[in-house]
């Protein structure tokens, strides 16, 4: 079997293995340990699970896209960040007193707007520059980041609608609102990617970005429109977690963007990128989000979730290494 052959088998279907081995794994520790009374596989357990993996699983759906162009995306949490802001805030403006709650649908509206035009501005940046996106968007990074803190300096930013809870605490067919979103997000991204020529291009971009050129795709303007996408994606993300909590402190979404890397990389997508898929993804977010919730089911605290998260991602950077290494016909793993 030929090394590329190999490598996109074994990443087709390890992350559900390793899913699989997390859920037996959490279940036989938790009653060998005796630490919870509750079954870790039941099944209020696993719908709660998809409902919590929605924060990070829409912002990481996003990043796939601009990683299998070959760029990466530091400023999401800030994006996160600042679209609830505007989303909480602008419900209280007097410009809207009269539409009462008319002024949800035009805040979701502001809140998408300000992060499809911020990760727009991201990619824009990125194609007239020629600067590398890693450094783009750190600077935006920091550049959001401040802004929120800005805004209301170190204080929260609240506001509660009762109307937008009943809607974000709803359920329809046993799923919570957020795990819909999550859901259509994933299968809209997927269409796009599979069977889209925006999402062919991707691939083409991510693999080879001069042959691209030579083949006459449009290479600047497709990087703005897919960081405008996970803009949008970030903004999308803060407007379902945000109806439903209604208060938003200046230091939300930190971090995010390396759960979010982490997630991608873990479903599959090549970090250097040309290859990867959505569906991945989405088992990279349950992956993790199992991990955290497996390991606290056993006790274990923050900090070890995240020393257990960061040497799983560094094993996974190796084995990616391994599986592309070009004109090896046999892996050294």
């Known amino acids: 079997m030929k090394p590329g052959t190999l490598s996109k088998a074994l990443k087709s279907g390890a992350i559900w293995g390793f899913i699989v081995l997390e859920l037996i794994f959490f279940s036989i520790a938790g009653e060998f340990l005796s630490l919870s009374d509750k079954a870790f596989m039941d099944w209020e357990n696993m719908l709660l699970l998809l409902k919590q993996s929605a924060p990070i699983g829409i912002i990481a759906i996003g990043m796939t896209i601009v990683m299998v162009n070959g760029n990466i995306d530091l400023s999401v949490g800030a994006t996160y960040a600042i679209a609830a802001i505007v989303l909480l805030d602008s419900m209280t403006w007097p410009i809207f007193a009269g539409l009462g709650d008319w002024v949800i649908p035009v805040s979701w509206l502001l809140a998408l707007a300000v992060g499809t035009v911020l990760g727009a501005i991201n990619g824009l940046i990125v194609w007239k520059t020629g600067v590398d996106a890693f450094i783009v968007t750190l600077g935006a990074m920091l550049g959001y980041r401040g802004i929120v803190f800005m805004f209301n300096g170190e204080q929260p930013t609240s506001h509660l609608n009762w109307t937008l809870v009943d809607f974000a605490e709803a359920e329809f067919l046993g799923l919570a609102t ?156």
């Not at 990128?273 to 390991?295: D, H, P």
């Not at 998260?309 to 996974?316: E, F, P, R, W, Y």
């Open 178 to 333: 957020a795990s819909w979103f999550l859901l259509v997000v994933t299968v809209a991204i997927w269409f796009l990617m599979t069977k889209t020529v925006h999402g062919r291009n991707a691939y083409a971009i991510g693999d080879n970005r001069e042959a691209a050129v030579n083949a006459g795709i449009r290479v600047g303007p497709h990087i703005m429109i897919n960081f405008a996408i996970i803009g949008f994606l970030a903004a999308l993300s803060a407007v379902v977690f945000y109806s439903e909590s209604g208060s938003v402190n200046p230091n939300d979404g930190q971090l995010y963007e390396l759960w979010v890397i982490t997630a991608v990389v873990l479903g599959g997508t090549k970090i250097t990128g040309g290859a990867g898929s959505v569906i991945g993804t989405f088992g990279g977010v349950i992956a993790i989000q199992l991990l955290r919730k497996g390991l606290g089911h056993i006790g274990a605290d923050t900090s070890t979730v995240n020393l257990v998260i960061g040497l799983i991602l560094i094993v996974v950077l190796i084995l990616d290494r391994q599986l592309n290494v070009k004109g090896k016909e046999e892996l050294k793993v």
